[in-house]
C-alpha cells in the first residue's frame, strides 16, 4: 500500500501550520486510522513558500504525476486548502481521485471521498476556501489603501532619483515596525530631469537611448540604458506632482485615486500601489482598475500636464516602436534570428528598390543597430549582404536534414542517451513545454495545409489569423516557462525536445520550397537558437546542440 502526504504553506514562519507540523500530524492519523499502515510505503511532498490559488506547485506537480501513473491508494494532508483554494483546481483534483480509485483524507475536516456525502463537502468546502482567498485579497488592497492615504514607501525597487529613508515607527499587530518616505538623491534626479526634458522635445525613446550609449551614462546597477528602461521611468507617476491635471489624469483613467481634489495642490508627488503584479508572471502590469495612487511625502518633478501628455504620446507611439522590433518585411529571412557578436540583434537595411537579385528580390544587408547608434564606438561590426547570408543559412540547415550529418548524428546520439537512462523527472516548467511543442506541431501543420491550399483568400486569411493566436500563445507559454528558472531541465523535456527538433528538421526539407519568406523564417525560429555574425563568419546554433 502506498500513501502520499502533501503539505504547502505559503510563507515560512517556523511556527503553527508549518509543513514539518502538518506532516507529523498526518502522520498520527495515518498510523491510528488507516488498517494496515504499519506496511504502507508512505511518501511526503511539500511544497514551502507556494500560494494555494493555483496548482502552479513543483511538489504538487510532481505527486499529480505519481498519482497518475497508479501509485497511490491514499492521498492525506492536513487541512483541504493545502491542496488550494481554487474550487475549479479542487473540483478537477477530487474527479481524478475518483477515477484512480485514490482516497482522500483531510484530517482536520475528516473528509472521505469514496461516499457522495463526502464528495459534496468537499466541493462545499472547496467554495469556501475560494472564497476566503477573495477575502483575503480584499483585505490586503483595503490594508494597501490605508497605508497609502499616509504616503508611505511600502518598498521595492526605489526608483532612480530616490533613496527610501526611515521616517518613524509605526505599530502594527502590535509589533513595531519602520515607516519609509521617499528622499531625492540630486545627482540621479538629474539624469531623470533630464529624460522628461528629452522626450518631451523629441518625442523618441531611440533618441534618448543613443544619447545615454554615446556619452556612457549607465543605470543605477551599471547597465546600459534599453528604451524598456526609458519607457519604465516616463510612466512611473512617483516622478508626477500631485496637481488637479494629474487627479483628473488618473481619475479618468479609472484608478482608484486615494485623496480628493482639493488636496492636489503640486507640492507632493504620487505614489502608485498594486500598478503591478507578480502574481503569475513577474512584474506583469494591473489593469489600471486595480491601481492605488496616492499622495506621497517627496517632491514631483514633472506637472500632472506634461506626465499625461507623455502617457499619451508613448501609446501614440508604442505601434510605431514595436513594429521596428517585429519582422514584417518579406524578405529578410533571419529577422530575430541574426545577432552581432557584441551580442545585439542585427536588423536588415534595404537598397534602392531598384537594385534586385538574380531571384528578382530586393537586396538588403544586415547591420548592427548598436553599431549605428554609437557611430562605431561601442560596436565597429561590418554589415553582411543579407540576401547571401539568408541563402548559406539555408543551405546548411538542409544540409542538417540528412542522416549522415554531424548534426543529425549528434542528435541522434543524444536521443539514444538519453533512451538509455531509467529515471524521469516531470516537473511543472515540462508540463508547459509539452504545451508549447503541441501548439507549434499545430503551427505546422497549419504552415502544410496553407502550402497545399489553392488561392482562395479567405482561407489563407483564416489559417494566418489560427497560426498568430498560437504564436501568442507559445509567446505567453514560453515567458512562463522562463519565470520558473532550472525547475524543469529534465530528461522528459529533453527527450521531448531532441525528437521535436528532429521532426522539424526533417519537415523544413520536405516544405522549403513551398513555403513563403515569413512561414521559412517561423520555421528557422523552430529550429535555431540563434546564429551570430562575427565579421567574418556566421555561427549557426541549433537548439539543444550547445
Known amino acids: 500500500m502506498n500513501i502520499f502526504i502533501y503539505s504547502r504553506k505559503s510563507k515560512w514562519t517556523g511556527r503553527g501550520e508549518s509543513v514539518e507540523n502538518q506532516i507529523a500530524m498526518c502522520r498520527d492519523y495515518i498510523q491510528y486510522n488507516i488498517e494496515g499502515a504499519n506496511q504502507a510505503e508512505i511518501t511526503v511532498f511539500e511544497d514551502e513558500g507556494y500560494s494555494g490559488k493555483n496548482t502552479n506547485r513543483p511538489q504538487f506537480q510532481k505527486m499529480m504525476q505519481e498519482i497518475k501513473k497508479g501509485g497511490c491508494n491514499y492521498l492525506v494532508c492536513y487541512k483541504l486548502d493545502r491542496l488550494g483554494r481554487n474550487i475549479a483546481d479542487l473540483a478537477n483534483l477530487v474527479e481524478t481521485l475518483n477515477k484512480l480509485n485514490v482516497s482522500f483524507i483531510s ?92 522626450y518631451l522635445e523629441k518625442q523618441s525613446l531611440i533618441g534618448v537611448v543613443k544619447y545615454f550609449l554615446n556619452h556612457d551614462i549607465k543605470t543605477k546597477r551599471g547597465n546600459e540604458y534599453t528604451t524598456t528602461a526609458i519607457r519604465d521611468i516616463l510612466t512611473n507617476p512617483v516622478y508626477c506632482r500631485a496637481d488637479r491635471e494629474a487627479y483628473q489624469y488618473f481619475w479618468n483613467l479609472g484608478c482608484q485615486v486615494c485623496m480628493d481634489e482639493e488636496e492636489a495642490d503640486g507640492k507632493y508627488g504620487l505614489i502608485a500601489y498594486a500598478k ?70 542585427m536588423r536588415p537595411k534595404y537598397y534602392s528598390a531598384k537594385q534586385v537579385t538574380e531571384q528578382g528580390e530586393r537586396k538588403f544587408s544586415y547591420l548592427c543597430p548598436y553599431k549605428d547608434m554609437t557611430h562605431g564606438e561601442k560596436c565597429s561590426m561590418p554589415n553582411v549582404q543579407g540576401n547571401t547570408l539568408d541563402e548559406l543559412v539555408c543551405r546548411e540547415v538542409l544540409r542538417y536534414t540528412k542522416e549522415n550529418s554531424n548534426i543529425h548524428q549528434m542528435l541522434q546520439k543524444a536521443m539514444e542517451r538519453i533512451e538509455d537512462t531509467k529515471e524521469e523527472k516531470v516537473t511543472s516548467k515540462d508540463l508547459l513545454e509539452r504545451e508549447i511543442q503541441k501548439r507549434k506541431k499545430e503551427v505546422q501543420n497549419l504552415i502544410f495545409t496553407l502550402a497545399k491550399s489553392g488561392g482562395d483568400q479567405e482561407f489563407i486569411s483564416q489559417i494566418e489569423q489560427e497560426v498568430l493566436k498560437l504564436n501568442k500563445e507559445c509567446a505567453a507559454l514560453e515567458k512562463e516557462k522562463a519565470e520558473m528558472g532550472e525547475e524543469g531541465a529534465d530528461i522528459q523535456g529533453d527527450r521531448q525536445h531532441l525528437a521535436f527538433l528532429m521532426e522539424q528538421l526533417s519537415s523544413f526539407k520536405k516544405l522549403f520550397d513551398m513555403l513563403s519568406v515569413p512561414e521559412k523564417r517561423e520555421y528557422l525560429r523552430m529550429i535555431l537558437d540563434k546564429v551570430v555574425w562575427d565579421g567574418e563568419q556566421a555561427h549557426i546554433f541549433i537548439y539543444g546542440s550547445h
Request: charged content about 25%.
Open 107 to 198: 484530517i482536520k475536516e475528516r473528509f472521505d471521498t469514496s461516499t457522495p456525502i463526502g464528495k459534496a463537502m468537499l466541493y462545499f468546502a472547496g467554495v469556501l476556501a475560494q472564497m476566503e482567498r477573495e477575502q483575503i485579497a480584499e483585505r490586503v488592497r483595503d490594508n494597501m489603501i490605508m497605508l497609502a492615504r499616509k504616503g508611505r514607501w511600502l518598498g521595492g525597487n526605489t526608483p532612480l532619483g530616490f533613496r527610501a529613508e526611515a521616517e518613524e515607527k509605526v505599530v502594527i499587530n502590535g509589533r513595531n515596525k519602520k515607516s519609509f518616505r521617499l528622499v531625492v538623491e540630486e545627482e540621479e534626479m538629474k539624469t531623470v530631469q533630464f529624460i522628461f526634458k528629452e
Open 276 to 345: 503591478t503584479s507578480s502574481t503569475q508572471y513577474k512584474n506583469k502590469g494591473n489593469a489600471p482598475e486595480k491601481w492605488i495612487v496616492a499622495k506621497g511625502k517627496h517632491p514631483g518633478i514633472i506637472s500632472g500636464k506634461d506626465f499625461s501628455k507623455i502617457q499619451n504620446l508613448l501609446v501614440r507611439n508604442s505601434s510605431k516602436g514595436e513594429a521596428w522590433h517585429k519582422p514584417q518585411n518579406q524578405v529578410a529571412l533571419l529577422s530575430g534570428i541574426l545577432h552581432c557578436s557584441c551580442g545585439h540583434l
